[in-house]
């Protein structure tokens, strides 16, 4: 057991050393949930999910336990790549700073389909589609839910922060196995 809860402060004191910062810079723009404490919920998730897997996998020969947390680490590194990259492409195709071009503006969060304003205000300048604060300064920042619905927007912000938690949790038990592997695979 000392074991094990050495494992666990060696590896929440690595994660928010190494990526606390990290994690809460690329966290879903805030909203009515607060999503930056998606973190924090993914590594304690993370954390538990670990330690249970330890303790059981201590049942295991050495050896074994080796291959398992190698392989457990090369698992959720997958994920955390296919998720992330996801995410990111999600971030990228739904949020963005208005106003436009100011390093200072709001990050704001769009919804994939428009509402009925939106739409005809996307059929009469169809280069504006995709240019979420170029629809927003043409509609006016006040009219943003004529542009996407607030539901739609909602139902984004839950896609985004699911995304996000996976992505946070399977980099967590990624380098936790990995560490546990490694330490494993060391000559005694």
């Not at 249970?52 to 201590?58: D, G, P, R």
């Not at 947390?69 to 959720?76: I, P």
């Not at 996407?148 to 980099?171: C, D, E, F, G, H």
Request: proline fraction near 6%; charged fraction near 15%; hydrophobic fraction near 55%.
């Amino acid at each position: 057991m000392k074991a094990v809860l050495q494992s666990v402060i060696e590896i929440v004191v690595m994660l928010f050393a190494a990526f606390g910062g990290f994690l809460t810079v690329v966290a879903p723009p805030p909203g009515a949930n607060d999503t930056a404490s998606a973190v924090g919920l993914a590594s304690f998730v993370a954390v538990v999910v670990f330690v249970l897997a330890k303790l059981y996998m201590s049942l295991l020969p050495a050896r074994t336990m080796m291959v398992v947390t190698l392989v457990m680490a090369t698992l959720s590194g997958g994920v955390f790549v296919v998720n992330g990259v996801s995410y990111l492409y999600f971030v990228d195709r739904y949020t963005f700073r208005f106003p436009e071009g100011e390093p200072d503006g709001r990050i704001m969060l769009a919804a994939p389909e428009y509402a009925p304003a939106g739409r005809l205000l996307v059929a009469a300048q169809p280069e504006l589609d995709g240019a979420h604060a170029a629809i927003l300064a043409k509609a006016g920042e006040a009219q943003s839910h004529e542009i996407w619905s607030p539901k739609a927007v909602v139902a984004t912000r839950r896609q985004m922060t699911v995304k996000y938690i996976t992505m946070v949790l399977a980099l967590t038990l990624c380098l936790g196995f990995a560490i546990e592997g490694l330490v494993l695979a060391r000559p005694q």
